[in-house]
């Protein structure tokens, strides 16, 4: 049985797009960072990171000390 029309395209254009990310993100110096809430995988699960604000590229785990500023000023 042939593949789904649509799929295979929409597969094609997932292809391209996460070529270009990877790409932008492989040229990008990561030099402007905030502290966001990421999710993991396919679940809902969240965690605080150090996300870089012009690809939102996982950069790196904050502090406690980070962690605790970042979460005073959420609630
Ligand atoms: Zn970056």
Known sequence: MATNRKVEKLLSQKNKIERELREIRENCNHT????????????CQTSTR????NCTQVVGYPTKNELKKFLGSTI
């Not at 905030?34 to 396919?42: D, H, M, N, P, S």
């Not at 150090?50 to 604000?53: E, G």
């Open 32 to 43: 402007q960072r905030t502290i966001k809430q990421v999710t993991l995988g396919e679940g």
């Open 50 to 53: 150090w996300v870089c604000d």
